[in-house]
């Protein structure tokens, strides 16, 4: 046992509850009772168990911790996975994180130090409290599940507390400030979402006169607030914040803690908050230690799988992927067969095994190209109407609005060069693992935020929603630079072509301050599982007329387009009516666990 667990077993014995209102399912169902625990510093988590009629104390069960996403609260029906998880025998433990729902406290991000000792102290009493099978003296079975932010606290509480036996994070992260901060350059249209989800349901739901522990007066980590403000109104994130989100990654207490038990990664191919990188962290962390680790790629997560994507069943092939991997690892039945260590689905709809992300047979496209790019402070607001009617019609997924994906910018654009990388011939060639894209960047101005992206030429869609985001300075001469790409799990149909385009302007991400013109040349490699064809040239954009003069070395503050406003350093403040929107919305459809996005049907993967 590490000295956390050690920490869990003294507020274990100080431990309270409150039961409430118990019920016992007809017909042999499980028995779910919610009770109000209190955590290792007087924090009331509301709780809710779930006992199988097959778990008894002469027949205990493991227990699996199961939570909710960001701003959610905790399942209270044994519907839904939940009910798959009792129909395998397990006894359920669910709860409102620390700071939402009906529990108290601070929202901090799955620090270790907090929510993870709160997890820790759930164990506890669940143990006291329930017929919970020992693997040995004081030492019970136990997994976690769940994603987005049920993911985090499965590594913040794995990491620290050997009691955790298997867990299986998905949708979630390895280094906060990677997701939100790649680059140094702010996914804005991420952070005003979760701000303002986070905020409404962190301040409200806690004084519900319903809530066993009213009142609850929850609020947001002050340092939250903090980042936000500093991302929307400079663009730039302080070492103080950023030390905080560093706090809540794996990235950072891994390397003194390391997560070190079976983990099972699932992670969304078109998810732009914490995208595939994100992800192949996590489980290349675990394969680190020798630990058992295996990553699946669906299509899905907090974006919702494009339409044009053919289905593949990914509800079900995940979660039947985490009752195998809990049969193995949590259960310990060594004649189970979790399968290889990484399975993945494309647009195409086809589930594929493979050794390793990208897989060892794969070989590369590359690219390089150069040219000039103009970066004008000017920020395109969507149509709030339009963007209202896409997330009305969401199903359990975030849809790819300009807030939240990549869009394909167009030929021939000043603010965008276009690097053709090859073709796909006569056949379907997968593009599958973590390009790399190297700038080399000189130009006037002081800095220049520009964004990478994959575009799949005659389907006309960046490839997986996904860009790469880095800052440039100018002011110390030419610099070159590596992206910080998104993974990508993509199949380019035959014909097809790809290419590399890159930009000086995005809404998913913030957009340089004052304007600057760059030169600036790429060298691009990209994982394929066959070689592409000879790169085809981009269509010639048509030189300007002869007398027309070309842009200044570095453009006057423009006036604003119809649809733009001027980059005052106030993007993020322009999007947070819509944020505000889209986090209404959200809420509405999903107060069920945020988390099960990607279990609601088809249509959120």
């Known amino acids: 046992m590490r000295h956390r667990l050690g920490l869990a077993l003294v507020a274990g014995l100080l431990l309270g509850s409150l039961a409430v209102a118990p019920?016992?399912?007809?017909?042999?169902?499980?028995?779910?009772?919610?009770?109000?625990?209190?955590?290792?510093?007087?924090?009331?988590?509301?709780?809710?168990?779930?006992?199988?009629?097959s778990a008894t104390d002469a027949t205990p069960a493991p227990l699996v911790l199961q939570t909710h996403g960001w701003g959610g609260t905790g399942q209270q029906d044994?519907?839904?996975?939940v009910g798959h998880l009792l129909d395998a025998g397990y006894v359920v433990l669910t709860w409102d994180q620390r700071g939402f729902g009906c529990s108290g406290g601070e929202v901090a991000i799955d620090k270790p130090d907090l929510e993870g000792r709160d997890t820790s102290a759930l164990i506890d009493w669940a143990v006291a409290n329930a017929p919970i099978e020992l693997d040995g003296e004081g030492d019970p079975l136990v997994g976690m599940t769940g994603g987005s932010y049920a993911g985090g606290i499965q590594t913040a509480t794995a990491a620290f507390d050997d009691r955790i036996d298997a867990i299986a994070p998905e949708i979630s992260w390895h280094d906060l400030r990677y997701s939100l901060y790649a680059g140094e350059v702010v996914n804005q249209g991420w952070a005003a979402l979760l701000y303002a989800a986070g905020l409404a349901t962190a301040t409200g739901l806690g004084l519900n006169p319903d809530c066993p522990t009213f009142p609850q007066t929850g609020a947001l980590d002050p340092r939250i607030s903090q980042g936000f403000l500093e991302g929307a109104t400079t663009g730039v994130i302080?070492?103080?914040?950023?030390?905080?989100f560093g706090e809540s990654s794996l990235a950072a207490y891994g390397a003194s803690d390391p997560v070190d038990i079976p983990t099972l990664v699932i992670q969304g191919s078109v998810d732009t908050l914490f995208d595939l990188s994100d992800g192949h962290r996590v489980y290349e962390h675990v394969r680190a230690t020798g630990a058992p680790a295996k990553l699946i790629v669906f299509c899905g997560g907090h974006v919702a799988c494009p339409a044009s994507y053919a289905d593949a069943g990914d509800g079900a092939h995940t979660d039947a992927a985490v009752l195998t991997w809990f049969a193995r690892h949590l259960r310990g039945d060594a004649s189970v067969d979790t399968g290889p260590a990484v399975e993945y689905r494309t647009n195409e709809g086809l589930w594929r095994s493979a050794d390793a992300f990208p897989p060892t047979t794969f070989t590369t496209a590359s690219g390089t190209g150069a040219g000039p790019l103009l970066s004008v402070p000017v920020l395109e607001v969507p149509d709030p109407s339009t963007l209202a009617e896409q997330l009305q019609a969401f199903s359990g997924g975030i849809p790819a609005t300009p807030i939240t994906s990549a869009q394909v910018s167009p030929l021939g654009a000043l603010d965008t060069l276009t690097i053709p990388l090859g073709s796909a011939g006569d056949a379907p060639v997968d593009v599958v693992g973590i390009p790399t894209v190297e700038l080399t960047v000189r130009g006037t101005g002081t800095e220049v935020v520009l964004l990478a992206k994959?575009?799949?030429?005659?389907a006309g869609h960046v490839v997986n929603l996904q860009e790469g985001p880095i800052r440039v300075p100018l002011l110390d001469g030419e610099q070159t630079v590596a992206v910080p790409m998104p993974g990508v799990a993509y199949t380019l149909a035959p014909g097809h072509h790809l290419d590399l385009q890159v930009s000086t302007a995005s809404l998913m991400h913030s957009n340089a301050r004052l304007p600057a013109q760059v030169d600036v040349a790429v060298a691009a490699s990209v994982p394929v599982s066959a070689p592409l064809t000879a790169p085809a040239p981009t269509p010639p954009v048509a030189p300007p007329a002869p007398g027309t003069p070309g842009p200044a070395p570095v453009p006057a503050a423009p006036s604003a387009p119809a649809g733009a406003l001027p980059a005052t350093g106030l993007e993020a403040g322009a999007l947070a009516p819509l944020a505000l929107l889209a986090a209404a919305l959200l809420l509405w459809h999903v107060r069920r666990p945020a988390w099960a996005l990607r279990r609601a049907d088809r249509s959120t993967r």
């Open 238 to 244: 302080s070492e103080p914040v950023l030390d905080f």
């Open 454 to 458: 994959l575009v799949d030429r005659e």
């Open 23 to 53: 019920a016992a399912h007809a017909g042999g169902g499980p028995i779910v009772t919610t009770q109000v625990v209190t955590s290792f510093d007087g924090t009331p988590i509301l709780t809710t168990l779930f006992v199988p009629a």
């Open 78 to 81: 044994p519907g839904g996975f």
